[in-house]
Nanobody
Framework: EVQLQASGGGLVQAGGSLSVSCAAS????????IGWFRQAPGKEREGISC????????YYADSVKGRFTISSDNAKNTVYLQVNSLKPEDTAVYYC?????????WGQGTQVTVSS
């Protein structure tokens, strides 16, 4: 059974940084992509970044490009999202999601709050 566990959110001042993590388990192959999504109050959930576990290729939404960095530690089965130069509009619940031959899975969210 695939499980995703997101962690690392918190309260940070504008301009600050933090790292959120997504610990994954239950995959039978590395033919998987792990993505980060976020949902701000009153807004739709948006995809912001993803990484291919097999070849490390990454994707970033324009809204976070240059500020956020996604990476994976395959030995730890963990995907990280380093978030820098945070803005109040980055305040949201951040979710990780996996997509692969075994299906589509979501982790629970972790709250990131950026104060101005």
């Amino acid at each position: 059974e695939v499980q995703l566990q997101a962690s690392g959110g918190g309260l940070v001042q504008a301009g600050g940084s933090l790292s959120v993590s997504c610990a994954a388990s239950g995959f039978s192959s590395d033919d998987v992509a792990i993505g980060w999504f976020r949902q701000a109050p009153g807004k739709e959930r948006e995809g912001i970044s993803c990484i291919s576990i097999h070849d490390g290729k990454t994707y970033y939404a324009d809204s976070v490009k240059g500020r956020f960095t996604i990476s994976s530690d395959n030995a730890k089965n963990t995907v990280y999202l380093q978030v820098n130069s945070l803005k109040p509009e980055d305040t949201a619940v951040y979710y990780c999601r996996s997509l692969g031959p075994g299906g589509d899975y979501w982790g629970q969210g972790t709250q990131v709050t950026v104060s101005s």
